[in-house]
């Protein structure tokens, strides 16, 4: 037998398991997720996330969600990614690169006494064409009229390296749904015909032009207490159809994320995100000596 040290954090309550995967790393991280992300026989979390080497910036991101399916992007996931980073010393400089699924994205830390408390991530330009997303029609896919369950809902799609489908609701019907009745609206929109690799949804009710208020279904891992993408996702689209500005506030159901899209004359297209980055405990687990890898 083998053990395999592990952080728990989290970023406004979207948590994760996360193993600096430099000397040694699982074996088999999908079906490892699988097994620790499970609330009851496991750590519990939202999925596995690996602190690698890159060959092309100061560290990797590699994640998998709680069912074990690899994912490209977690804006929560990342800044706490950047503080695990900066704390075990993988890279001591500030702002950090990481390499993800989707490319490398830069995270300026907030110092208090030394030690990382929140992030900014830049999360790149969002992808609107809507075959990139990926999604089945061309162009940009902006309060586009799609069947689910038997009803209509107007959807915007969004992609900041993971696709996400925005739906904006009118009142806080959404919001007290219970667990099992959210699922069943999540799961039609995560496996819908219309999204070939699924989405992660966005229930959106704005509150004025500077504060949304989101509760998720992410694509994977069911209901999350955050998404940081799919909060990046929310401002775009709400920019995109007028009903926000481009700095905004969102309220998820762990926490607030103040989300910039710079897309004013002269501007980059990028879109920053600001959050706190967690961490919750640190422990190890015993796995199989099988189950690691150990560099060479």
């Keep these: 037998m083998a053990l395999l040290e592990f952080t728990k954090m989290h970023g406004c309550g979207n948590d994760y398991v996360y193993m600096v995967a430099i000397k040694s790393r699982p074996a088999d991280p999908a079906r490892l997720s699988v097994k620790l992300s499970d609330r009851r026989f496991g750590i519990g979390g939202d999925g596995l996330i690996l602190l690698s080497?890159?060959?092309?910036?100061?560290?990797?991101?590699?994640?998998?969600?709680?069912?074990?399916?690899?994912?490209?992007?977690?804006?929560?996931?990342?800044?706490?990614?950047?503080?695990?980073?900066?704390?075990?010393?993988?890279a001591r400089r500030n702002p950090i690169r990481i390499e993800t699924d989707c490319?490398?994205?830069?995270?300026?830390l907030k110092l208090e006494n030394g030690r990382p408390s929140a992030a900014t991530v830049d999360m790149g330009a969002p992808i609107l064409e809507g075959r990139e997303i990926p999604?089945?029609?061309?162009?940009?896919?902006?309060?586009?009229?799609?069947?689910?369950?038997?009803?209509?809902?107007?959807?915007?799609?969004?992609?900041?390296?993971?696709?996400?489908?925005?739906?904006?609701v009118?009142?806080?019907?959404?919001?007290?749904?219970?667990?099992?009745?959210?699922?069943?609206?999540?799961?039609?929109f995560e496996r819908h015909p219309f999204f070939p690799r699924g989405v992660n949804t966005e229930f959106i009710l704005p509150l004025s032009e500077r504060r949304l208020r989101m509760r998720?279904?992410?694509?994977?891992?069911?209901?999350?207490?955050?998404c940081g993408t799919g909060a990046c996702a929310a401002v775009v689209a709400a920019s995109l159809t007028g009903r926000a500005g481009a700095s905004v506030a969102v309220e998820l159901r762990g926490g607030v994320l103040e989300i910039q899209w710079r897309n004013g004359a002269g501007q980059d297209n990028h879109?920053?995100?600001t959050g706190e980055a967690v961490e919750v405990f640190r422990g190890q687990i015993e796995v199989g000596s099988d189950e690691l890898i150990t560099a060479a």
Aim: aromatic letters at 8%.
């Design 103 to 108: 490319g490398i994205k830069t995270v300026w």
């Design 170 to 188: 009118q009142d806080d019907a959404v919001f007290k749904l219970p667990d099992d009745e959210f699922a069943r609206l999540g799961r039609q």
């Design 135 to 168: 999604a089945c029609a061309d162009g940009p896919i902006i309060d586009y009229p799609l069947a689910v369950g038997g009803r209509i809902e107007r959807i915007t799609a969004v992609s900041m390296g993971n696709p996400h489908c925005v739906v904006f």
């Design 216 to 226: 998720v279904w992410e694509r994977g891992s069911g209901e999350t207490l955050a």
């Design 53 to 90: 080497p890159s060959d092309c910036a100061d560290a990797r991101m590699e994640m998998y969600n709680a069912d074990g399916s690899r994912a490209e992007m977690c804006g929560n996931g990342i800044r706490c990614l950047a503080r695990l980073a900066y704390e075990s010393g993988v």
């Design 271 to 273: 879109v920053l995100m």
